[in-house]
C-alpha cells in the first residue's frame, strides 16, 4: 500500500498550513526578540566591567591613614584632628602631596605604564533594562593627554579638552546620554568638548585646579599585567578589595569585575526567566488550542484513511510528519523574523549608543529546550484523536 503523502495536505490546504507555520514562528521569533532586548542589560555591565579593565583598572582610596603607614608617604595625618581646624585647601593639598608619592611610586615599580590618582566623574550609561556605571578619570591637562595617546583616542568632533571641567567622551556614551559637543554634563562646570572614537565606553576630564573634592581614585593603565588588584596592591603591603573597608577598594579590574558581572546576571536570571517561560507558557498555550481545532478538522480524514486500510500508525505517522514539516519551516520562518527584529533592535541600540550581541547561544538552546517541550505537548490532541479514530463503516454502525 502506497505511503500516505506529508505534503498533499499541506499542498491542498495552503492556508491552514500557513496559519501553524506562521503561529510558530511567530512563537520562537518572539521568544529570541525579548532576550535579544533584555541582553545589553548585563552585556553593557560586562563591557564597562570587564572589558574596560583590560586596559584600566580602578580603586578607591578608601584608607588614606593606612595608605600613609604602609607606604611611608609623608603626610602630616594631624591636620585631620579637630583641634588643628585645617583649612579644605591644606587638607586637599596634603592629600595631594601624599598620593602624588604614591602614585610615582607604583610608576617606578614598572607593572602599570601610567598610574593616575585623582577625582572621578560618575557616569550612568542606559540599557534598556537598568543603568551602568562609568567612573570617569579627573585629570592634569598633562595626565589626560597621557590617558588619551595610551588609550589612542582619536578626536571626531570637537577638540581636546584643556580647560578645568572640560571632557572627552567616547562617540558611543555620547549617543547614549544624548550628549553633543558644547553640552553642560552634570552642571556649568563640567562641560563635552570632544567626542572620540573608541571600543568600548570611555571618557575623562580635567580638574579643577585646586583638586576638587578630598576623595581620590586610583586608575592604572597597562596592556592586562594587572589583572587583580587584591594581588597587586598585596605586593607593597596594602590591603585591597571589594570590601568597603579595604584600605584601596576595588571597582574594576577584570577578576573581581567577572565576578560582578556573574553575580549580576545570576539576579538578572531569575525575574528574566520568569518571564521568559511565562510568555512561552502563555503563547504555547494558546498554540496549543489552535493546533487542537486543527487536529480535530483533520478526524474525518484520518477516518478515511483507516477505511481506506491504512493502520493507526499509518495515520499518526503521517500527523507527525505534517507537524514536524510545520515546524521546520517556521523555524526557517523564526529565524528570517528573528534576523529582521534583531537588525532593526539593533539599529535602534546603536542610535542609543547601547552594545549588544546578535547571537546568542544561550537563548537558541533556551528556546530548543522549550520547543521540544511544546513538540511533545503537541503530540497530546493527536493521540487523543487516534484513539477515537474509526473507519467510516463503524462510524456509520454507531
Not at 23 to 33: K, N, P, Q, V
Not at 162 to 168: D, M, T, V
Not at 351 to 373: A, C, H, N, R, W
Request: with cysteine; glycine share 8%; aromatic share 12%.
Amino acid at each position: 500500500m502506497q505511503r500516505l503523502s506529508a505534503w498533499f495536505y499541506l499542498k491542498n490546504n495552503k492556508k491552514r498550513a500557513a496559519i501553524l507555520i506562521l503561529s510558530f514562528g511567530l512563537y520562537f521569533a518572539l521568544l529570541y526578540g525579548v532576550q535579544f532586548f533584555m541582553h545589553p542589560t548585563t552585556y553593557m555591565d560586562e563591557v564597562i566591567s570587564v572589558h574596560g579593565a583590560e586596559r584600566m583598572q580602578h580603586g578607591y582610596i578608601n584608607g588614606l591613614e593606612k595608605l600613609n603607614e604602609v607606604m611611608s608617604l609623608g603626610m602630616d595625618m594631624s591636620l585631620w584632628e579637630p583641634e588643628r581646624e585645617a583649612t579644605y585647601e591644606e587638607l586637599v593639598a596634603e592629600i595631594n602631596k601624599g598620593t602624588g608619592r604614591f602614585a610615582e611610586r607604583l610608576q617606578a615599580e614598572g607593572t602599570a605604564e601610567h598610574v593616575f590618582i585623582c577625582n572621578s566623574y560618575g557616569i550612568h550609561v542606559r540599557s534598556f533594562g537598568g543603568d551602568g556605571y562609568y567612573s570617569a578619570p579627573m585629570l592634569t591637562r598633562d595626565e589626560l593627554i597621557n590617558f588619551a595617546e595610551y588609550l589612542d583616542l582619536k578626536v571626531i568632533e570637537g577638540r581636546m579638552p584643556e580647560q578645568s571641567g572640560e571632557f572627552l567622551m567616547d562617540e558611543r556614551m555620547a549617543k547614549n546620554r544624548g550628549f553633543s559637543v558644547g553640552d553642560y554634563l552634570f552642571d556649568s562646570k563640567t562641560k563635552l568638548v570632544g567626542i572620540v572614537e573608541y571600543d568600548t565606553y570611555v571618557a575623562a576630564g580635567i580638574d579643577y585646579s585646586d583638586g576638587g573634592a578630598p576623595d581620590r581614585n586610583i586608575y592604572l593603565l597597562n596592556q592586562g599585567t594587572i589583572p587583580d588588584l587584591k594581588e597587586y596592591f598585596a605586593k607593597f603591603g596594602i590591603e585591597a578589595g571589594v570590601e568597603s573597608s579595604a584600605t584601596i577598594e576595588i571597582y574594576a579590574d577584570q577578576v573581581n569585575a567577572i565576578k560582578e558581572v556573574d553575580k549580576f546576571s545570576k539576579e538578572l536570571q531569575t525575574p528574566l526567566s520568569v518571564m521568559t517561560y511565562s510568555i512561552a507558557f502563555v503563547l504555547g498555550l494558546t498554540l496549543f488550542f489552535v493546533y487542537r481545532l486543527h487536529v480535530q478538522d483533520r478526524y474525518r480524514e484520518w477516518c478515511l484513511y483507516r477505511s481506506l486500510g491504512y493502520s493507526q500508525k499509518d495515520v499518526y505517522s503521517l500527523a507527525f510528519r505534517e507537524f514536524g514539516i510545520c515546524v521546520g519551516i517556521s523555524v526557517g520562518l523564526a529565524a528570517i523574523i528573528s534576523t529582521v527584529l534583531c537588525i532593526i533592535g539593533a539599529a535602534i541600540m546603536r542610535s542609543k549608543g547601547m552594545f549588544y550581541e546578535y547571537l546568542l547561544p544561550d537563548v537558541l538552546l533556551q528556546i530548543l529546550g522549550i520547543g521540544t517541550l511544546l513538540a511533545g505537548v503537541m503530540q497530546i490532541p493527536v493521540v487523543i484523536a487516534m484513539q477515537k479514530v474509526k473507519t467510516i463503516d463503524a462510524m456509520e454502525e454507531e
